[in-house]
């Protein structure tokens, strides 16, 4: 008896004594939860409204003025439908970004969204959308879209049934004609004027036609110069001055109009005017942009959509046709400097709907021109949630180049979006609950940066889509296969080495070279990766590549003298925790023995003794991080965008450090060297 | 609640590192800093087996072996040759970290496409309750595999507890605890106080690999780092174990070590869902220790000042 009182008691001292840990663990428990009170109630009152909701997609070929602004005109132009965003529609932006695989992998996605018309703004979205719904099995509206009856997509006239049945939309031609008649007014001597074009646009072809027979009625010549990416437009530009035009004629050609910047720069070297079929280049220094109201033309596109939605508009009585609002602006500042007397006649001046003055002030005039937003669906604001495993310098300038981008795009803090950030200071543990604990905040969506946060995040397979960025090899990392065939909901950016961009300074350097060296370290993925590719990038043009193994600092010395004793030309160190920690020991040794030395780290040149660095810009990596997030915002599906690289290297020059390792420099890399510093910054 | 799932998932990972840690440190009052690399050891073999195709419970035992055996080598360098005990630990920990990169063939192993304990729970989960989506607990919804892993490393957690008390109620436990209160005493009792260290520190650093295999598993990879600063984590979840139960029997500072451990990712949970500024989080996890650790003893005087006055 008396033992089992003894066992009693004891029992009861146990309870006691467990007492304290099992109430704090379950008040932990219970303040944890507590936290999440509001994700439970919003899972309980998702419900329905009763109202038709109609879903519509607006596809985008690219980021440009005119597309923005007739976006945003589509829009307004389904409200005045009645079809309002919030209430009775949603609506869903892509946009390619230029890209036309994406814009492939966009169509597709459309396709399979559930939606019930897709609006497609510029010829090339036009285009890809209408060749993937071939069958018809989406309605789909267009507008921005030069000539439609040459873009090969069905349309054969402008009467009532010469389109396919679920296809509609409007043309609006650039006023080619009234360009050249106004250079001609501006400058009645005008004899010679040049023009760039991308051949492979059907858009180009149309306007340089049209160009081409209003020169010959004016009798003024026009010499043409082809370009077939944006990289050859100044040399383009160049030539055509050479030749002694003496105005340009831009339009029509998005990849001449996405880098008007280029022509400029010729055209005020020559000190002739730019004269564009758009209005929005007077900004970029063109003298006349004449183009259609963009914003007019988008809002004429969402009236068609929300017809074609309500029911108002039969198909079958449609006609497609031209549709052109002009806008006018003139840039008073583009006269300056001019070889030949252009003169703006003040008529002109007053049916101005932009106008910049001699001081460079703008003035929109008449019209609503529309601000450009991001155009997210209004009223919410999306929860980011940043995780990063440590704190770190390259993870600050990536974080200083999100927030920088962020407003650049318009993204208000706040309003728009709301960033939530989470450091898991070097501890494993951590770095997993952060994933835990942004699904519990519902963010909706999850930037990782940095290795381990994106791989705890791949394990978890969190419900929002997972953006990753400096990451350097998302691969390895578990996200995926390659870059486009990846994990369902996530894309990023990485921060893997400009292989071919080293190649390139390399050879610019040391033409002769036919060996080069470098050391990795066998036991970090990373480093092996990186050796690997730069091996393979040397293949190509013909190099080389010497390697030395170690496995830690204290071995470096020895392997950097044993590889700098073979025949190389030169050490070109990859990336790898090891040997950018141990660069120093590396960096004596060629030195020492007069080796250049190259490295993709941006601080190996500037104090780590690196001739060269082929570095990838982390700030821009959180500008394009920040982009991507912006994509993801407007609607589009991560899992259909491909990882991709940080889209800017900076080629960083040490002069001291050249010349320390007998490296001569050539004037070429100089000039277009990012960063040229000498020893003692 | 996917944090609180979560994070009482890994507390309890983590408890078996508590557990290890007790036993050298609180048993033998032997600082053994193996524990940094014998964790990720345990990692690294159970992620190169898994990915080997080895079965994950087996996988999972070979690293707790390994585990054993840099237990066993602190100890016999220790113990036979006669090397300070704290450099004996750092020796082992330091050749470890070049094993573990052997062993892995590089820094970092994901697991994400082969089949992990967790997961296998997950489907144990389905065949006992049926297959199906996310469950509503309570009004929110949860991943089935979460709470299949939470169960599993309940269980994990619980069945070793047990293993261990029973372990150390065993001639051969007692000896061993004995060893450690007063090891002249034992020897005079003609007890290999040496073998029971290594024996010790093979169990303690056998248990912290599991820790290390297991939590792999749950967070998809293993990497060569995921040991650095483990020892200070398991150091608190006992301390803060203590000071929960209070100086007591073995059977309830074993307990106290597994709640130590959970409470202490628990209040790790809280700090970063409150949202802390990140930079704080150290100093924040630093201070709930301090507060686990101070307020007990504090209600503890109290209750005794009341019932002094009471009496």
Known sequence: MAAHQDRMAGSVEVCKRLFLGVALIVGAAAVLLLSDLRQRQATKDAGGGAEKQYRVAIFQIASRQILDDSVQGTIDGLAEEGLVQGRNLSVTRFNAEGDMVTANAIVQNILQGNFDLVATVSTPSLQTMANANRAGKLRHVFSVVTAPYGSGVGITGDKPGEHPEHLLGMGTFQPVRQVVQLARELYPDLKVAGTIINPGEACSQACLAMAQDECGKLGIDLLVAQVENSSGIYEAASSLAARGIEAFFIGGDNTVETSVESVFKAAVAARIPILAYAPDHVDAGALVGMGANYYEVGKAGGKLAGGVLTGRVKSSEYAIRDLMPRKLALNQQALAGLKAPWRIAPELLAQADILIDEQGHKTVRGGAAPVSTPALPAGKTWQLHMVSYSQSMMVEQWMRGFADACEKLGLRAGEDYQLTYRNAQGDMATANMMIDAAIDSQADILMTLTTPTLQAAVRKKPPMPVLFGLTANPLLAGAGKSDSEHLPGFTGISTMSDYEGMVVVIRECLPNARKIGTLYNPSEDNSVFNMEQMKEALAKAGLSMVTRATNEATEVPAAALALAGEDIDAICQVAGNLHDSSFPAIAQVARQLRKPLFAFVSGQALTGGAAIAVARDYEQGGRDHAALALRVMRGENPTAIPFAAISRTLIIVNTTHAAELGLALPPSLLQRADQVVDGKN | ?311
């Open chain 2, 1 to 311: 609640m996917m944090l609180l799932i979560g994070s009482l998932t890994i507390g309890l990972i983590l408890s078996l590192l508590a557990l290890g840690v007790y036993i050298s440190f609180k048993v033998f009052s032997f600082a053994d800093i193996t524990t940094e690399g014998s964790l990720t050891l345990g990692a690294a073999v159970a992620a190169v087996l898994i990915v080997r195709g080895v079965n994950p419970l087996a996988a999972t035992m070979a690293g707790g072996l390994a585990g054993m055996a840099a237990g066993c080598i602190t100890g016999l360098l220790h113990t036979r040759c006669g090397v300070h005990a704290l450099l004996s630990g750092i020796l082992v920990m330091t050749a470890l970290y070049s094993v573990n990169l052997r062993v892995m063939g590089r820094s970092n192993i994901p697991l994400m496409s082969v089949k992990t304990l967790p997961q296998q729970a997950g489907e144990l989960g389905d065949a006992l309750f049926g297959a199906g989506g996310p469950v509503p607990l309570w009004g929110w919804t949860v991943e089935r595999e979460a709470l299949a892993g939470l169960a599993g490393a309940l269980l994990v957690a619980v069945l070793v507890a047990l293993l261990l008390y029973l372990f150390f109620k065993t001639n051969l436990g007692s000896a061993m605890r004995a060893t450690g209160d007063n090891a002249q005493m034992m020897r005079a009792q003609g007890i290999h106080t040496g073998n029971m260290l290594v024996l010790g520190l093979a169990i303690s650093n056998g248990l912290v690999a599991l820790a290390g295999a297991l939590l792999a598993q749950f967070q998809g990879f293993a990497d060569v780092q995921m040991g650095i600063g483990m020892l200070v984590w398991g150091l608190a979840s006992v301390i803060i174990g203590q000071a929960l139960v209070g100086p007591s029997r073995f059977g309830l500072a074993i307990v106290g070590a597994v709640m130590g451990a959970v409470l202490f990712r628990l209040l790790v949970a809280i700090a970063l869902r409150w949202g802390l500024n990140p930079n704080d989080l150290k100093l924040m996890t630093a201070l709930f220790v301090l507060a686990a650790l101070v307020l007990p003893t504090m209600l503890r005087s109290l209750r005794q000042r009341k019932a002094v006055r009471h009496a």
